[in-house]
Nanobody, 121 residues
Framework: QLQASGGGLVQVGGSLRLSCAAS????????MAWFRQAPGKGREFVAR????????SYADSVKGRFTISRDNAKNTIYLEMNNLKPEDTADYYC????????????????WGQGTLVTVSS
């Protein structure tokens, strides 16, 4: 089970930190990722992190503004979001259970419930 939190309403240029706590099993052997889905659009990849946390990658649209990290001792991943833009408005989902280094939602088995981020201009 994944529990995402930290979403909210923020002004353009502001920051938020999302958290996703995993329970029920250990995810330290799985890749973990964040995806987002804006109204009327499909779910898109945002960022992913390796099992150890040392390797990360990002969608071009968030590169340089977002940072993904994980704490395996706490079974938790984070998404630090800075310089937020209106186009970042979406439901953000954490995901895990993938055994491949993937940006495809279909490769991830476990999903959080989503946390809404709204960026106002």
């Amino acid at each position: 089970q994944l529990q995402a939190s930290g979403g909210g309403l923020v002004q353009v240029g502001g920051s938020l930190r999302l958290s996703c706590a995993a329970s029920g099993r250990t995810f330290s052997n799985d890749y973990m990722a964040w995806f987002r889905q804006a109204p009327g659009k499909g779910r898109e990849f945002v960022a992913r992190v390796s099992m150890s946390g040392t390797i990360t990658s990002y969608a071009d649209s968030v590169k340089g503004r977002f940072t993904i990290s994980r704490d395996n001792a706490k079974n938790t991943i984070y998404l630090e979001m800075n310089n937020l833009k209106p186009e970042d408005t979406a439901d953000y989902y954490c995901a895990t259970g993938s055994t491949v280094w993937s940006t495809r939602p279909d490769d991830y088995t476990y999903w959080g419930q989503g946390t809404l981020v709204t960026v106002s201009s």
